[in-house]
């Protein structure tokens, strides 16, 4: 009897630990209900997602392309993290008016800032395609024509189902070309700035405390959503109103311990937890630190005139912590990915996976599939890294050649398509190129360019490498493309788009900065990217079939989809872990902790004065639980790049928080989960109301929320 209730314990424990994954909203009914309700969620899966009635679905947008917010008022107040506001914020700022510096507060609507371009987008209903977007492809002989077969019937079936005049349909593939869901969208283009507080809450911490626990950081900030008379998405005009939500949050004010059920909503962007074990390997050892090192020495160089210029500061700001952001992932997903075992754990499952191919006489069809990825991964290779190194170096990381590359595509488009396209094109980029310039200096670019083309030459595979990278001085090929090259300043580059198709050509290729990218591009393009794509495309195809035979052979396993920027749920709960031998981590941090970290002065960990006084005189509200002010938490929810400002939510489906990074222990989640290092970062909700309410003074703003206690105050 013992030893049942023990077993039984046991049985418990084991499906509480296995969390992790990134589920459809349509599809939880089954087993992600009986689980989330055993975590301890009190709602149903209906709640969640109901294609007739509003559910938690319609307050979760995603915002602005690559983040999602929460809707919390019945105004269209939306909120998301300071950081997926950054460039809105960064745009209305200037060294006078310095919003990223001061923070900002629209105290009444007509205060709030427009933003062009700026977009939120809801789902209005998902449903399963598959048969149709497959229909007509057994039949064809290649991969080829079957990959083109179904992309047109999925632009034929995205103009022809049926949807409302003001939305979209998209068609996404899930499971790697294994299932095709079709998302009823609808796009608001009216997005106004409403708060946001200053860096040194909003973006506390900085790159230092960027993935890393305990945290302490005011990650959010708070915009509008504007609409027609109609309810429906508009282009900016000042006749629009606040959008009336068919779902808004309420927000707890009583958080959650450790142990409780949570969950986050959002718009995951990319993970590749199928990959086999030869991938995994090759991540680590060879593609992660390549890109490591190009970005370690770009980044180096643009924090030393950070530091000394105010006005560099501002321009390279939302740069350099997007270049940063991927530099410290990787390593800290290189160093969990080894610390698990990850490939070894890949290994074993393969085992199992031959053999279970075996016993079920399914050889001819996924016999080969393993030794594939092996010949593949190793062919691979070289192609990989030099595409890395190209894409790092001369697209990312070195602006003078990023911007050449705009002209190179723009001769190739006169190649290809002929003066019409070229012209097009042409003004495009004009148009644009003052935002660009606007945030370039040549000094910064010219010190980064030494370097990144100093390592370029020297470790980017010899055989793809152009002819004037072989052997190069550096410095001396720095010197002359930043004395004499156009692409160093806004006018010179303006006066090389000037006249027609022929003389740009003309000019541009006596540019010795044109020269070089130029060089650089036909090496990739004549010498890597053919055999890339073509391995490439090779490698897609096998995982398509991997995935389908795991789908077949593992059924029981928790096969979750891989994040593809469209909707999930993943759950969890509130929970500490342990980074490393003898030490642990709390799941909470509090107010207590920024002061801890306090520097004056110092451009990642200063403190506002005003909060040091409401620190001092313990003013927290209603918003302090006994004489603390809480500020972040942790859980095992399973989220990737894109969950940022994602809600978080109670097992009652208020909002407890937003989600804005994951702990660098286990950074490694979008490889290999492991719920016992995962774990994903909220702000807490009640640090944000008292930001709003007792640092800004927004009474208006508190005004319209929703506020809930769900247990007593002590
Ligand atoms: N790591 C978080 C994410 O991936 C936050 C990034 C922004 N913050 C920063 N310090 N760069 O987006
Ligand atoms: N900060 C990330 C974002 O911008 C979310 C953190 C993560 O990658 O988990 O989406």
Same mark, same amino acid.
Request: charged share 10%.
């Given at each position: 009897m013992k030893f049942l209730k023990l077993a039984l314990v046991l049985f418990v424990f084991q499906t509480q630990a296995q969390q992790g994954g990134m589920w459809i909203p349509s599809l939880l009914k089954g087993m992600n209900e009986t689980e989330m309700k055993s975590l301890g969620m009190k709602i149903s899966a209906k709640d969640i997602y109901d294609a007739n009635q509003s559910s938690l679905k319609d307050a979760v947008p995603q915002f602005d392309g690559g983040c999602t917010a929460e809707v919390i008022s019945d105004k269209g107040l939306i909120l998301t993290n300071h950081h997926c506001g950054f460039d809105a914020i960064q745009n209305h700022s200037t060294v006078e008016h310095d919003y990223l510096r001061d923070g900002f507060w629209a105290y009444k609507m007509e205060d709030e800032l427009t933003n062009p371009n700026m977009t939120v987008m809801f789902v209005v209903r998902i449903e399963d395609v598959t048969t149709k977007v497959m229909e007509?492809? *057994? *039949? $064809? =002989?290649t991969e080829a024509e079957k990959q083109k077969k179904i992309q047109d019937n999925i632009s034929s079936l995205s103009n022809s189902l049926p949807k409302e005049s003001w939305q979209e349909n998209k068609i996404r593939t899930f499971y790697d070309g294994n299932q095709y869901l079709l998302f009823v969208t609808e796009t608001f283009k009216d997005i106004r700035f409403v708060g946001a507080p200053p860096s040194s809450i909003g973006k506390f911490g900085s790159d230092t405390d960027n993935w890393v626990w305990p945290r302490h950081t005011g990650d959010f900030s708070l915009f509008r959503i504007y609409a027609d008379k109609n309810n429906h998405p508009a282009a900016y005009s000042a006749d629009n109103v606040p959008y009336k939500p068919k779902k808004f949050f309420p927000i707890s004010t009583s958080g959650v311990k450790e142990n409780d059920f949570t969950m986050v909503m959002g718009y995951p962007g990319r993970t590749q937890e199928y990959l086999p074990s030869v991938a995994v390997n090759q991540i680590v050892e060879t593609l992660n630190p390549a890109k490591i090192e190009v970005r370690d020495a770009a980044l180096k160089v643009q924090d030393r005139f950070m530091r000394k210029d105010q006005a560099i500061k501002i321009q390279y700001a939302s740069k350099y912590a997007g270049v940063a952001n991927y530099w410290k992932k990787w390593m800290g997903e290189t160093k969990g990915l080894k610390k698990a075992n990850a490939v070894a754990a890949k290994q074993k499952f393969e085992k199992q996976f031959q053999e279970k191919v075996i016993q079920v006489g399914k050889q001819a069809e996924y016999g080969n599939l393993l030794s594939d990825f092996e010949k593949n991964y190793a062919e691979i290779k070289d192609y990989a890294l030099a595409r890395d190194y190209f894409t790092e170096? =001369? $697209?990312?990381? *070195?602006e003078i050649l990023s911007v050449g590359y705009k002209l190179y595509q723009l001769e190739q488009l006169l190649a290809s398509k002929g003066e019409q396209s070229f012209n097009d094109r042409k003004n495009t980029l004009s148009k644009g190129i003052d935002d660009f310039y606007k945030d370039y200096n040549a000094e910064v670019d010219k010190n980064v360019f030494e370097q990144l083309i100093q390592l370029y030459a020297a470790k980017s595979p010899k055989q793809f490498l152009p002819e004037s990278l072989l052997n190069v001085d550096a410095s001396q090929l720095t010197n002359a493309i930043f004395s004499n090259s156009k692409l160093t300043s806004l006018n010179a580059f303006r006066e090389l788009l000037e006249g027609d198709s022929k003389t740009v050509i003309e000019k541009i290729n006596n540019d010795n900065g044109y020269q070089l990218i130029k060089a650089m591009a036909n090496a990739y393009t004549s010498k890597v990217a053919p055999t890339y794509d073509a391995l490439n495309l090779k490698n897609i195809a096998t995982q398509r079939t991997y995935m389908k035979a795991i789908l077949e052979l593992f059924p029981n396993q928790r096969n979750f989809p891989d994040a593809n920027s469209t909707l999930r749920v993943t759950y969890g709960k509130v929970k500490g872990y342990e980074p490393n031998d003898a030490v642990y981590y709390e799941p909470f941090t509090t107010l207590d902790g920024v002061m801890e970290k306090y520097i004056p002065g110092d451009y990642e960990f200063d403190v506002p004065k005003k909060l040091i006084e409401l620190y001092q005189t313990k003013d927290y509200g209603t918003y302090g639980v006994n004489g603390k002010m809480p500020v972040c938490f942790i859980a095992t929810n399973h989220t990737t790049g894109g969950n940022s400002g994602s809600p978080a939510l109670d097992a009652n489906g208020n909002l407890i928080g937003l989600n804005f990074d994951r702990v660098w222990e286990g950074t490694m989640s979008d490889i290999f989960y492991s719920p016992d290092i995962c774990r994903n970062i909220m702000v807490d909700a009640r640090f944000v109301l008292f930001i709003i309410d007792k640092f800004a003074g927004a009474q208006n703003i508190i005004n319209e929320l929703k506020l809930v206690q769900t247990t007593k105050k002590k």
């Open positions: 007509g492809i *057994t *039949t $064809l =002989a170096v =001369a $697209l990312r990381n *070195t």
